[in-house]
């Protein structure tokens, strides 16, 4: 895999007194930059195109049960990310234990993997051939480490990687494994290895916390990841700011290369918001749609070939506690549809309001437009209930209850080519000095929430005098920029710090 070029911090517009911001999405990356602006006497707007806020780390309530739309732990090594949590959350923030397995043909696997659970599970011939198929790999590794394929089965092996890599994968993306960028195998399984993950099953080596696909315990608001965003954007109202549901974006005016305001559709008919600084999370593709005067048909065309994964979550309520354990299940077995199965009772037990039933979500990923996505809420509903009772889960007769989630646009997909279009409309974003992407869909990249956020602070720092470069962050970036942060906290303001007078 070829590593990416540094690039330069943009040119960014220097935040004045009396300027006012713009945030365009109420999602963990929008409402941490209105939350660290409030906090500090900002004039800040956020205009949230739908009746939720979250983004894809909302929580849905249904009949008083509540569930997230895919599963969230809160695990960071970023400091300013953990304080912010912190400081908005306080003593709603409990301690889960984490457990989440493979199904695989009718056997569960311990995730991360364990050597005896292997063992059994697999069976010794199969055992022996995937430590043959490891050793291989060890010895003679694919030279090119392009795609997903070849990046996992230098890690892992081939065996490993047909079991356990393969049919999940290309179930999730939609797509051959060889058509993903090895750059996404790189952030999702980052420092993990079949040698470390047999390792930390053992009593020799203690299991690590330091590794993100390890840590065994992990913290979760009490009511769900919802909570975190519900009480920030209460506190940016309490500090003057505006928080405005149902203004779904549609056009951003730009005037002698800047942007000077955004027109919103809403119930009320078509809204304009003025300011001088615009933080948006939407949708790279959507972003250069929505610029006025159009860009160049380059950008145009660049957008456009940028792919997004859809996803859609099923909550099923049934008349039973004590399923099964685990926090989550994935679904590696072939013949059904489900890709993965939370357990809310398991995050917490406070989002089931009524005892002696479960709520599971059974996620199914699939591109908006396509049968999954229009189906009746009905018919998916049953189809999950089949599934539960197929899998071996859950007797579908249990099933009392269930509603539907759709979420457009939840995974940037990288594919073959998006690096070179995500570039080139970097070059038409980059000269806009006011207009400043954050988050997962923003900057199309699959980041998790704590890295959503980090890009979100950085482009506060950067608006107050500091040179980070936001495009630089991802779901590995702890690694090696963690002691930066860390040895620039005086040069810039901290979320701890005091509001502004």
């Not at 290309?170 to 047999?198: D, F």
């Not at 004590?322 to 037990?349: A, C, E, M």
């Not at 006011?434 to 704590?450: A, C, E, F, I, T």
């Amino acid at each position: 895999m070829e590593s990416q070029p540094k690039s330069a911090p943009r040119p960014v517009d220097p935040l004045r007194p009396g300027d006012r911001v713009v945030v365009v999405g109420g999602g963990p990356a929008g409402l941490t930059a209105a939350y660290m602006l409030a906090k500090q006497g900002v004039a800040v707007t956020v205009l949230e195109g739908t009746t939720m806020l979250g983004g894809i780390s909302q929580t849905a309530q249904y009949k008083g049960y509540r569930f997230d739309i895919g599963g969230h732990r809160f695990f960071t090594k970023v400091q300013p990310v953990e304080e912010l949590w912190h400081e908005i959350l306080g003593p709603e923030f409990i301690q889960t234990p984490r457990m989440s397995r493979i199904h695989y043909r009718g056997k569960y696997f311990d995730y991360p993997l364990k050597a005896g659970n292997a063992l059994s599970g697999l069976g010794i011939f199969e055992a022996i051939r995937i430590v043959l198929s490891y050793t291989k790999a060890k010895l003679w590794p694919n030279p090119v480490e392009e795609n997903f394929e070849q990046w996992v089965s230098n890690r892992f092996g081939s065996r490993l990687y047909n079991i356990f890599f393969k049919t999940y994968t290309e179930k999730v993306w939609g797509i051959p494994c060889t058509e993903i960028r090895a750059e996404w195998a790189a952030q999702r399984i980052q420092n993990l290895s079949l040698a470390k993950a047999i390792l930390n099953a053992t009593a020799i080596n203690k299991r690590s916390t330091k590794i993100k696909s390890l840590i065994d315990r992990f913290q979760y608001p009490r009511l769900g990841p919802g909570q975190m965003w519900e009480l920030a954007a209460k506190r940016v109202q309490e500090w003057g700011g505006d928080v405005r549901m149902q203004h779904k974006v549609k056009k951003l005016e730009t005037k002698d290369g800047r942007v000077v305001a955004v027109r919103c559709e809403t119930p009320n008919g078509e809204v304009r918001v003025e300011g001088e600084h615009f933080i948006v999370t939407m949708p790279v593709r959507s972003l250069v749609r929505s610029l006025e005067p159009a860009p160049p048909e380059l950008i145009r065309k660049a957008a456009e070939g940028l792919r997004y994964r859809d996803f859609l979550v099923v909550a099923l309520i049934l008349d039973k506690e004590d399923l099964f354990p685990d926090n989550w299940i994935y679904i590696h077995t072939p013949g059904v549809k489900v890709g993965r199965i939370q357990n809310f009772n398991n995050w917490s037990r406070e989002m089931v309001p009524d005892a002696g039933r479960t709520c599971l979500g059974l996620e199914y990923f699939c591109f908006e437009g396509d049968g999954l996505w229009a189906s009746k809420d009905e018919d998916l509903i049953k189809l999950a209930t089949k599934e539960l009772g197929e899998l071996g889960l859950a007797d579908p007769k249990l099933v009392v209850d269930g509603t539907v989630v759709r979420m457009p646009k939840a995974y940037p997909i990288y594919d073959s080519a998006y690096r070179e279009h995500l570039d080139n409309v970097r070059t038409h974003i980059d000269a806009v000095p006011n207009l400043h992407p954050v988050g997962r869909n923003g900057m199309h990249k699959y980041n998790n929430q704590d890295h959503s956020m980090l890009t979100a602070m950085m482009v506060v720092w950067n608006m107050q005098g500091a040179k980070h470069d936001v495009w630089a962050v991802n779901t590995d970036f702890e690694y090696h920029e963690e002691q930066k942060l860390e040895g620039k906290k005086e040069e810039k303001p901290t979320v701890a710090s005091q509001r502004a007078s």
